[in-house]
């Protein structure tokens, strides 16, 4: 009787053991965004897949929250304030306005900032290295050279460009400026319009018409959020639209020169699986995503007013069919 009630004991102890072990271990990963479009739902999907693949299973030793803002920025404050109550393991926010507003409810979970063109400007981080804060990430700046090439590729004769841009998104903000530099180098003049609000990118876009050779959107989540709108505008103008993202490439503009945000979510990912690993993240330099892939959509093209050098298609990493 004594070796069974012994048996019995072990048994017990060994189980609330296993269960009290898997839960220490189970780690949480809390993801916002400002909004929701195809390029920051891929850097989601990235970061989630990588994660598996370190060898987590969602649900069992890793729970994942995803919210979104939906645009607001008083909701992303809001989400910002909640996810820090539940004490995650890192909060990874996604854009510069979530980002922004997680780094002010919290001075000490690890944030993974992902999406964010300049994060310096931003005031995330002093500088590329390692924070010595509870902040790092991957921003997803663009290298512009090779975006005024293409431009120049495509239209050899090109005098200005035109853009539409949310004056509250620094990383919009950011990239015009520099763009501008970019672009005066060449003896080329940049024309940007500003939209509030998703329902002003149409009529902004609208105000370019004469007045520019091509648009070129940036990642401005306001803009992207309402891409078909802008894509209608260049059709009805027969204005060359360039994306710097390859989602709206899919959804409409002509080409692209662009960072794969699936694959940027990846490389987040691998930050993310580092300091659940035990690493702190200020002890991780911030990174910039450095591949990009030529993109191309002739259907769409074609109906702004252009056709493809075949030279230009045999480059391209990624051409788009027609539906």
Known sequence: MYYLFRCIAVIILTIFSINWTSAKETKYVAITAIIEH????KIRQGIEDELVDQGYTIGQDLIIRYQSAQGSS?????????????????????????????????????????????PVAAKLIKNWQPSKTNITGVSDALPLAPQV????????????VGCVYSPSEINSTTVLKNLRQALAEHHIDLLAVPAQKTSDVAPAARSLKGKVDLIYTTIDNNVVSAYE??????????????????????????????????????????????????????????????????????????????????????TADQIISAN
Not at 38 to 41: K, T
Not at 95 to 118: E, N, R, W
């Open 38 to 41: 195809p390029s920051l739902d």
């Open 74 to 118: 008083a909701t992303a404050a809001q989400i910002a304030k909640r996810f820090v109550a539940t004490k995650p393991d890192v909060i990874v926010p996604i854009t510069t306005p979530s980002a922004q507003t997680v780094a002010a409810a919290t001075k000490t979970i690890p944030i993974v900032f992902a999406g964010i063109t300049d």
């Open 149 to 160: 090439a293409l431009m120049l590729k495509l239209k050899p004769d090109l005098k200005t």
């Open 229 to 314: 709108s802008l894509v209608k505008t260049a059709v009805e103008s027969k204005l060359l639209l360039l994306a710097s993202d390859p989602d709206s490439v899919e959804r409409g503009a002509a080409a692209a020169l662009a960072i794969g945000y699936y694959q940027f979510g990846r490389q987040a990912g691998q930050t993310v699986a580092r300091i659940l690993g035990g690493e702190h993240p200020g002890d991780i330099a911030p990174t910039i995503s450095n591949s990009t892939v030529l993109i191309l959509n002739p259907a769409s093209a074609s109906q702004q007013g252009y056709s493809f050098s075949p030279d230009l298609l045999n």
